[in-house]
């Protein structure tokens, strides 16, 4: 058969009326996908108007005269007037939010077109749109222009170059990733139209070249009803191998249709039918992976915001917490100094019982400001602002001067209080000597409060020359294992216990972050509920180099 199928106008008549069924099935199912979409209101119209002209070109290639070849000329001229300003309105309705245009321009766009209309559907006027019929290679009825035919076809080129134009500029404003891409779609869809559409009028000014590539038609619709449909699916690559696809089917179906020998047609319908089942199937497949890999991007971006509006409201956290923290520091010294000056007797001798009482003013406000100075501490955390200043400390005399001060508080609760500080006369460690006293009063603390009877220990040991082990060992209330998972995360306290600390929660959790800022370890064992527990602070002993940080 060769290229002989393509000097015949049966090819023209099929390939035409393969052109009309599937505008017109596209555009039905775009139109009532989404029947209230302008964007789908208007494709419909378009695929309609592309349907109609392919139907009148169907039924010209197979006429029979002149005058019914003349008849269906216009009649697929009068839907070729109307493809141009609907394709060009359908680019619109995608692109208007950022490239606007005033009503007056559609008005006068399809005044335009209805001119010509009327010109090729009145019987006295359509000599000058379409002027008659001749014979033109192997064409027995080709049609010659009027001449309001040039000016038609003018406009006709001159609103598809706009439309390609403000497709082009809007591209650059759009940012979302899939109307980018519906865009090139829909750009890459008029190109195939001007390539395929100019080969139609060659013949009409006498340049002897056929239209072969009117097949296009289906591919220029069909690309165009996946930038409506299924923008969101499909990437170039998975487009571009559908169109591959498709186009191949299209030429087996016209192989077969127009093979004359009985034997060649029953070979090229099985081969049709074989490679359908294929094509259906790749396209099926390549569906699946493309809406997989959509449903990951998108679940990829709806953590990325939650993550930003996670991140956003844990500054607007911190940021409300200092500056609270910081409003609530004056007021607070206010209150401790003028309950130590009732108690020091400075305004006059106070009574046992008011004593007591502005005792327990004073106590209530250090409590409530050792909570401010937490928050105030985890917050300058989190934001990288905590300082610390370095130096290389002897943690002897530190630890000692700390069992000192806690053994008075461990006894007026009748516990028995245990120390051993066995790290020889001195032990020396890159520290900041207030915050990691701070870390051991914590502790020392924690488990006073925390030890109705029994005892608290207190130790202090050098670890293979390398590392000093401050330990704190009690017989309280014990840790639960799921507690001691969270034990060291902010606002923790131990579930189930029995003893209101009146702390902030934040007390281990700062002690962490100062630890491991010290290059060291903190962890915490127990046996269970009401059997103890002892917490460890692992800290490497220094060199004999003072650093400072």
């Known amino acids: ?183 090139v779609f829909i750009l890459f869809a008029m190109i195939i139209a001007f390539t395929s559409g100019s080969t139609n009028y060659l013949l009409w000014y006498g340049i002897p070249v056929a239209p072969f590539a009117n097949i296009c038609v289906s591919l220029y619709v069909l690309i165009l009803g996946y930038a409506v449909l299924k923008h969101h699916l499909f990437n170039i690559k998975a487009l571009a191998a559908n169109i591959v696809i498709m186009a191949q089917l299209f030429i087996l179906l016209l192989r077969a249709v127009l093979t004359a020998d009985t034997q060649e047609k029953i070979i090229n319908y099985t081969i049709l039918a074989i490679s359908t089942i294929i094509g ?44 609270a923290s910081h409003q609530l520091r004056s007021p607070l010294t206010v209150i401790k100094g003028y309950a130590s000056t009732l108690t020091d007797g400075v305004v006059g001798e106070l009574t046992l019982k008011q004593k007591e009482i502005v005792t327990h003013i004073y106590t209530s406000a250090q409590g409530l400001a050792n909570v401010v100075e937490d928050f105030l501490n985890v917050t300058k955390i989190e934001q990288g602002g905590m300082k610390y200043e370095f130096a290389r400390v002897d943690i002897v005399p530190v630890v000692q001067d700390l069992v000192s001060d806690m053994k008075i508080a461990s006894e007026d609760k009748h516990l028995t209080f245990l120390s051993l500080v066995d790290a020889g006369e001195h032990c020396y460690i890159q520290a900041d000597t207030t915050k990691i006293r701070q870390v051991f009063l914590n502790l020392v603390d924690n488990s006073i409060k925390y030890t109705k009877e029994g005892y608290v220990k207190v130790t202090l040991v050098k670890q293979n020359n390398k590392e000093v082990v401050f330990s704190v060992a009690d017989s309280g209330i014990g840790i639960s294992f799921d507690t001691k998972a969270k034990l060291f995360t902010k606002f923790s306290r131990g579930e189930g216990s029995v003893i209101n600390s009146g702390g902030s929660g934040l007390g281990l959790y700062l002690a962490q972050e100062i630890v491991k800022a010290h290059n060291g370890q903190i962890h915490v064992t127990s046996e269970g509920v009401g059997k103890g527990a002892t917490f460890s602070v692992v800290l490497p002993i220094a060199g004999d180099d003072t650093q400072s940080v």
Not at 17 to 46: D, M, W
Not at 308 to 322: A, R, V
Request: glycine share 4%; aromatic share 20%.
């Open 280 to 323: 259906v199937f790749l396209i099926r497949s390549l569906d699946k992976e493309v809406k997989s890999r959509n449903k990951i991007e998108n679940l990829v971006k709806e953590l990325e915001r939650a993550n930003e509006q996670l991140q956003s409201l844990d500054t607007l956290k911190s940021e409300f917490i200092s500056l």
């Open 1 to 183: 058969m060769g290229l002989d199928i393509f000097y015949s106008t049966d090819f023209y008549a099929v390939s035409a009326f393969i052109n009309c069924l599937t505008s017109l099935t596209l555009g039905i199912i775009i139109y009532f996908e989404n029947r209230k979409h302008p964007v789908n209101q208007i494709f419909a119209l378009f695929a309609l108007s592309v349907s109609v002209w392919s139907l009148g070109y169907t039924f010209w290639q197979i006429s029979s005269s002149s005058q019914m070849a003349l008849f269906w000329v216009r009649f697929f001229m009068a839907a070729a007037i109307f493809t141009a300003p609907f394709y060009f309105h359908f680019v619109y309705a995608f692109v208007k939010k950022i490239y606007p245009l005033p009503t007056i321009f559609f008005v006068c766009m399809y005044g335009i077109a209805g001119f010509f209309f009327l010109v090729d559907v009145l019987p006295s006027l359509h000599h000058l749109f379409v002027s008659h019929v001749e014979p033109a290679l192997f064409f027995p009825y080709w049609p010659k222009p009027g001449v309001l035919y040039d000016i038609y076809l003018g406009l006709w080129v001159s609103c598809l170059l706009y439309a390609g134009y403000i497709l082009i500029k809007a591209y650059k404003y759009l940012n979302n990733k899939i109307l980018k891409r519906q865009a």
